[in-house]
């Protein structure tokens, strides 16, 4: 599971843009299949996620199922996940 790891690092360095689905939204974050990829090989932390829209409105998260698109700001070694913040 190393080289896979390794290799989606390399496919998908800090910066990059990534397409995927959402696969289970939790309190603290989305989990992600990127296009091509594993199950839950990225994930999004709800704590840094805008919560409210400029107008005072409630911002929705995604929900299971959705596609989403995020930018690639680390990569979690321990969990062998794309951190992501989503556009």
Same mark, same amino acid.
């Given at each position: 599971?190393?080289?896979?790891? +390794?290799?989606?690092?390399?496919?998908?360095? *800090?910066? #990059?843009? &990534?397409t995927g689905t959402v696969d289970r939204v939790a309190p603290f974050g989305i989990f992600i #299949?990127?296009? $091509? $990829?594993?199950?839950?090989?990225? *994930?999004?932390?709800?704590? $840094?996620? !805008? !919560?409210?829209?400029?107008?005072? #409105? =409630?911002?929705?998260?995604?929900?299971?199922?959705?596609?989403? +698109?995020?930018? &690639? &700001?680390? /990569? +979690?070694? $321990? !969990?062998?996940?794309?951190? =992501? /913040? =989503?556009?």
């Open positions: 599971m190393r080289d896979a790891w +390794t290799a989606l690092k390399q496919e998908f360095p *800090f910066g #990059s843009e &990534v #299949s990127i296009d $091509g $990829g594993r199950p839950g090989s990225a *994930f999004a932390d709800v704590a $840094g996620m !805008h !919560h409210g829209g400029t107008d005072g #409105s =409630l911002v929705m998260w995604p929900e299971v199922g959705d596609p989403v +698109t995020g930018v &690639v &700001v680390d /990569h +979690t070694d $321990g !969990h062998e996940q794309l951190k =992501l /913040h =989503l556009r």
